[in-house]
């Protein structure tokens, strides 16, 4: 047997932990492992698409009987979630990512600190119907810019938490949810160009199903600071990475 078929399903869970427990960050770990064992960015793309299938299944495994998806947003954001991954992988191949990673960088650890903002008005609660207009685009955008490669996607949670009023928990599971939908999306898309490496593909997905379950498991036992904390984080070391590469 390959013996990177093992070493990928390790990677592949111990990352998928920290994803689970934090919201985000796994990767800034896989995408650097597929590099090193030389994959190309359209089958690292094709791989991610199915691994993402293992963890976004697995988080919902682990989160059922919560209740903590809120059905206000979820029908809107998936149709946006469709949509904007259709047309991201549409345009894929004539966007250079590498642009944006300087400015994305600065985002992450600039805005890592408003998880932490004590103001009620960015409290989790309800929302004027502007704040939350505003939230479906900044959700679109951000979900489109994260899917042409950018490192944006854990910036998504921060339209659901301080536009949408969503709590951590909450805005975790719905990422879950969506993000399902969008690894969903792009297997389709990619399925038929013949790009997915199908033994590290599952060994990935086995490995991010039980690591998403366990560091899903980890969250919900910690508790809404514990994601928070986690969630800033990724956030920092995230930029960080996107700064140095």
Known sequence: MDILILVTFIVAFLSSILSGMS??????IMTPYYLLIGLTPQQIVAGASV???GLGSS???AMRGKQLIDKRFLWPLTGLTVLFTILAMLVLPRIQSGFFEVVIGVLLIALAPTLFIKRASMQPGERSRRSIVIGYVTYATILFASS??????????LPLMLLMGLSALQSNALRRVLML???G???CIVLPQGYIVWSYALAALAGCYLGGFIGTKVALKQGEKFVKYGLAGIMVVSGIVLLVK
């Open 181 to 183: 939908f969008q690894a």
């Open 185 to 187: 999306v792009a297997f």
């Open 148 to 157: 042409l490669g950018s490192g944006l996607a854990t910036l998504l949670f």
């Open 59 to 61: 988080s919902l495994v």
């Open 23 to 28: 919201g985000g960050g796994g990767g800034f």
């Open 51 to 53: 691994a993402s299938l």
